[in-house]
C-alpha cells in the first residue's frame, strides 16, 4: 500500500471518527433531555415510583445500540485493519504453522 493510499485511509477513519464523536455527543444531551421530560410527567402525574412509566429507558436502550454499534463499525474500519486485520492474520498463521512444527506427524 502506498503513502497516498494509507494516508488517504486514514482521513476516511479520521472522518468515521469524528462522525462517532459527534453522534456520541448528540445521543448524550438528547438523553439527558429525553430523561428530564420523562421525569417531570412522572412527578407531574405522580407515577415516578412506577417501573412502567419510565418509557425513557426504550429510548435509552434502543439509541444505545445503534451508538454501540456505530462504534464497532467504526473500531473496525481502522487503518491497522481493526481487530481482524493483517497482523491478526499473520498472528494465526505463526500459530497454526507452530504448532505444525511441534506435533509430531501422524
Not at 497516498?4 to 482521513?11: I, L, S
Amino acid at each position: 500500500m502506498s503513502d497516498d493510499q494509507r494516508r488517504e485511509h486514514a482521513r476516511e477513519y479520521v472522518r468515521q471518527l469524528r462522525a462517532f464523536y459527534i453522534h456520541a455527543t448528540v445521543f448524550a444531551g438528547s438523553m439527558v433531555v429525553i430523561i428530564v421530560v420523562n421525569l417531570a410527567v412522572n412527578l407531574a402525574a405522580g407515577i415516578a415510583g412506577e417501573w412502567w412509566a419510565w418509557w425513557s429507558m426504550w429510548a435509552l436502550l434502543g439509541w444505545g445500540i445503534g451508538l454501540a454499534i456505530h462504534g464497532l463499525v467504526v473500531r473496525m474500519s481502522r487503518p491497522d485493519g481493526g481487530v481482524f486485520g493483517p497482523r491478526w492474520e499473520e498472528e494465526q498463521v505463526s500459530r497454526i504453522l507452530s504448532s505444525e512444527e511441534t506435533d509430531p506427524p501422524q
